[in-house]
């Protein structure tokens, strides 16, 4: 079975401009989260999406946003870049159950390094 | 606020023990994950705590105390491989997952 794919995994944008990140979960895994790295800090949770819906959102500005497609397919877009958005963006997935922050695993992938220039 | 609070490196020798803590403060508790990060690559799950007490699961064992807001993951028998960045993470009142910094391990021969 594929794991998570994200794409791409290497990135390079100016301030300004305007980015979109994909993730393409576990075939079967319907709930897709975002989250997003920096050095010295954990985690911190952008989104989460289920059929389509979000149903999570963390405490992230309007310039980030995201959608999911109706196979579970899903895209993280972050307008007017600036030079705090370099990091990286993970992308999980985790099965059918009761959601991504329940006792269900996530299953992650390798991420897309975004550094704004 | 919410925190979790992780050693941000420790070092061991091959062949030894390490115990990694986690301490947390949150709006409420519904369960703790470990996950190991390798340099460049995803996050794989290690485990899942609710309940206090030990779970054991081969070289790697996680501890909980709800009642201290304490974990620890209970590494034996170090291989290099287990050099890694390990993640600790917490479910809030709202299923909402606060995650820790990372401990980053460092195994020496």
């Known amino acids: 079975k594929a794991g998570v794919t994200q794409t791409p995994r290497y990135l390079i944008k100016t301030r300004g401009q305007q980015v979109t990140l994909s993730c393409s979960p576990i075939?079967?895994?319907?709930?897709v989260s975002w989250y997003q790295q920096t050095p010295g800090q954990g985690l911190q949770f952008l989104f989460e999406?289920?059929?389509?819906?979000?149903?999570n959102k963390g405490n992230f500005p309007g310039r980030f946003s995201g959608r999911q497609f109706s196979n579970s397919r899903s895209e993280m877009n972050v307008s007017t870049l600036e030079l705090g958005d370099s990091a990286l963006y993970l992308c999980?997935?985790?099965?059918?159950?009761?959601?991504?922050?329940?006792?269900?695993?996530?299953?992650f992938g390798s991420g897309t390094q975004l550094s704004v220039l | 606020g919410q925190n979790i609070d992780q050693p941000t490196e420790m070092t061991a020798t091959e062949g030894a023990i390490v115990q990694i803590n986690c301490t947390y403060q949150?709006?409420?508790?519904?369960?703790l994950f470990w996950y190991q990060q390798h340099a460049g690559e995803a996050p794989t799950f290690l485990s899942y705590?609710?309940l206090d007490g030990l779970e054991e699961k081969g070289r790697f064992s996680s501890f909980l105390s709800r009642s201290k807001g304490y974990s620890y993951l209970l590494l034996k028998e170090l291989q290099m491989k287990d050099s890694a960045s390990y993640l600790c993470?917490?479910?809030?009142?709202?299923?909402?997952?606060?995650w820790g910094a990372g401990t980053k391990l460092i195994i020496k021969p």
């Open positions: 075939s079967g895994h319907r709930s």
């Open positions: 999406y289920f059929s389509e819906t979000q149903r």
């Open positions: 999980a997935s985790s099965p059918p159950g009761q959601g991504a922050f329940s006792n269900e695993k996530l299953f």
């Open positions: 993470a917490v479910i809030d009142s709202n299923y909402q997952l606060i």
């Open positions: 705590n609710v």
């Open positions: 949150t709006s409420g508790f519904n369960g």
